[in-house]
């Protein structure tokens, strides 16, 4: 067995790995040749220093598919029109998702430069190890690590929560009586993770097959949505649709309403870092990794537009949509063009089956970056997290950790919803830090004039000033994901997002100065560029 690792890895590299048990080991390296990947895959992970021990099944169409459906662009903004409409109106929707797409450009464009050089599940953690400056990157590389961990484990929550949110607000269309509980929504949260750990379980191997139909009706779903609404509603005039910008949150200027409202189109298209996190699944991840970032980033795009000229031309009675007794302007709107609950519900069905096949994808990735992370001894209890049983090839046990998460968040609705929204609310700042974080930290490294290591997308000589504008954009997006939606503030309405950001981050810290710098290994330790 031994000799068969060492064939795996780079000999110079051996006594870097973690310290894993014989088990371990023996079970890690229990995967088919057809699942190796190409060459170059074979070679990328000899120079990470990393055994090949998940199915590399994903090719270009069905990774697009997982990563544009995760984001669902289309369908976030229309379950989170309520706060778009309370900050920023119409205008301000248009115009926030215009300066979201304009930034995201230079975003992605950074980071499918670097998962090109480094394309490994670890992501970000890992980025920030290799292109940091020594003296601070095991640190850097450990705080990356967990907020990544903990983010996207609320992500698996908080999308199941909505879906399960539009679901009662369905009920309450249909039936105006109904009194919706919550231990009803934590019920069909649990449900909904439920649903999406069993088919990663069961049904992983199927799992690229079934993104392509999930692709479909991402796109077709969203023309089945807005066909109806565009024919039958009546409109705004262009100036009341992409020029008013309101002020509905109670904040001292229309400017700083419309930088918080911003945040809807913002979350609609944060995220595609999700692809990264399958890497080590992707067939010819190098160069399948940066394109279906790219073009996943621009599908989106393309059907974000799509659904926000269709909302701003069509929501002329907006103080009706905000008083819907549903909770959602998008259900209200539907209903009133439509004057059908069926119609309402068949078209809010389409909206909450594809958030579901989200959550699919958001436990996928969830489970890989815990299982990265566990790989480098970045978490309590690695060891049994990074275990990886022979025959399945799934991270098992970290799927199984998701589970035992999204239910026990979930079960926190019980008592108080205020604190489940402040775990969840965790996700778009831990994400929007990693960004921050990695992208810095390569300027960094192009600023300090040394050498980046090869990549098959790259930048070039754009590559500093794409950095540079990704900052610029990233910076104040992270500071205005902490403000509340509406003044004045109480316990109701504050935005504990960064009370989570603060906890997570002290608690790693001093997890990181009590032992984990002894038992942390940060990747750049491991991996070997003289390959």
Known sequence: MAEKIAHTLHPDKLDNLPEWSAVEVTEAIVVEDKYQGNTVDRMEMRMLGRIQVLRRNFSFVPMLGFSTV???????LFANLLFALTDGGTGGLFWGFTV?????IFIYLSLAEMASMTPTAGGQYHWVSEFSPRWCQKYLSYITGWLLAIGWQGAIVGLSFVAGTIVQGLITLNNPSYEPQQWHGTLLVIAAVAIAIGINVFLSKTLPIAEIPILILHVLGLFAIIIPLLVMAPKNDARTALLTVTNSGGWHTTGTSFMIGLLTALGSMMGFDCAVHMSEEIKNASVTL?????????????????CVFTLCFTMTDIPRLLESPTGFPFLQLFYD?????AGTAVMAAIVIITLVMAV?????TASRQIWAFARDDGLP?????????????IPLNALWVSLAFGVFIA??????????NAIVSLTISAILSSYILSIGCILSKRLRGEPLPPSRF?????GMATNVIAIVFLVPFFIFCFFPTARPVDRETMNWNIAMFGGITIFATVWYVLGGKEIYRPPVLIQNRDL
């Open 411 to 420: 079960l926190i609705n019980l008592g108080s919803s205020v604190a489940l």
């Open 381 to 393: 209890f690695s060891k049994f997290l990074r275990r990886v049983r022979p025959g399945w090839n």
């Open 360 to 364: 699919v994808s958001e436990v996928a």
């Open 290 to 306: 940066p394109k279906a970032i790219l073009w996943g980033a621009g599908l989106n795009a393309v059907l974000g537009y799509l």
């Open 337 to 341: 063009v439509t004057g059908s609950n």
């Open 100 to 104: 979201t797409i304009f930034a995201c």
């Open 70 to 76: 995760l984001i669902c662009t289309w369908e976030l």
């Open 458 to 462: 790259s930048l070039g000589k754009w």
